[in-house]
């Protein structure tokens, strides 16, 4: 499930709409997610930017916040409600490097728990670069909004979590730039850096990346 009702108030934009490397960022997040997730649900945070969304998504199914003004909790049950499988993967749309390796390990992590959150410094998690076992992240964001709770941490406190160590996802990214995201115009720049540095604008590359593991696969096959 992709969250894409970000406002992006200090970025002066809707996350999902942005394009920074060419193509909006919801379509963008949509081509990662489709490799690692059989089915896809896109989240919208009201019937407005849901109708918006549509043509961007074809292949995704929609869905939107239950009640409004409680952001990421909002969105994370009715995600959670929408998912056809035991685990589901939740990112947002503010992710421009996401690595598909790193959401299959989390799928593998996940295994026996009710969550995969990766961790990091001073215990910060990323509840929104995370797998969860849909059932119980589902009820434990309804319980969230029922007593009027905000935080997105607020639905773990029950939950038998894994927290995953940063260290166990730098062999797959080195850099950790899976895990960055796009909150202000500093980062925006900062993403178009990184990008031009690894090779190229306009999504190439994530199509590198995809490019570079068939013909992986191909060589394996010989």
């Known amino acids: 499930m992709i969250l894409a009702g970000g406002a992006g108030r200090r970025?002066?934009?809707?996350?999902?709409?942005?394009?920074?490397?060419?193509?909006?960022?919801?379509?963008?997040t949509v081509e990662v997610v489709e490799e690692?997730?059989?089915?896809?649900v896109v989240v919208a945070r009201d019937f407005d930017q849901l109708s918006r969304l549509r043509g961007l998504v074809p292949g995704a199914r929609l869905a939107s916040d239950p009640v409004q003004g409680f952001g990421p909790v909002a969105g994370l049950a009715a995600g959670m409600e929408a998912a056809s499988g035991e685990y589901a993967l939740a990112v947002g749309c503010d992710l421009p490097f996401l690595n598909p390796r790193v959401l299959e390990?989390?799928?593998d992590l996940a295994e026996g728990?009710?969550?995969?959150?990766?961790?990091?410094?001073?215990?910060?998690?990323?509840?929104?670069?995370?797998?969860?076992?849909?059932?119980?992240?589902?009820?434990?964001?309804?319980?969230?909004?029922?007593a009027g709770e905000r935080r997105i941490r607020a639905p773990l406190e029950g939950l038998a979590v894994r927290t995953v160590p940063l260290n166990l996802l730098r062999p797959l990214d080195p850099e950790l730039l899976s895990l960055f995201n796009l909150n202000t115009d500093e980062d925006l720049i900062e993403a178009r850096r990184i990008e031009e540095v690894r090779g190229g604008a306009g999504g190439r590359g994530i199509r590198r990346t995809r490019q570079e593991r068939r013909s992986l696969s191909r060589l394996e096959s010989l």
């Open 11 to 28: 970025i002066g934009s809707e996350k999902a709409f942005l394009e920074p490397f060419g193509r909006t960022m919801i379509e963008a």
């Open 36 to 40: 690692v997730a059989a089915d896809l």
């Open 105 to 107: 390990l989390l799928f």
């Open 113 to 146: 728990h009710d969550a995969a959150v990766p961790e990091g410094k001073s215990g910060f998690l990323e509840p929104l670069h995370a797998v969860y076992r849909a059932g119980p992240m589902a009820r434990a964001c309804r319980e969230a909004l029922a």
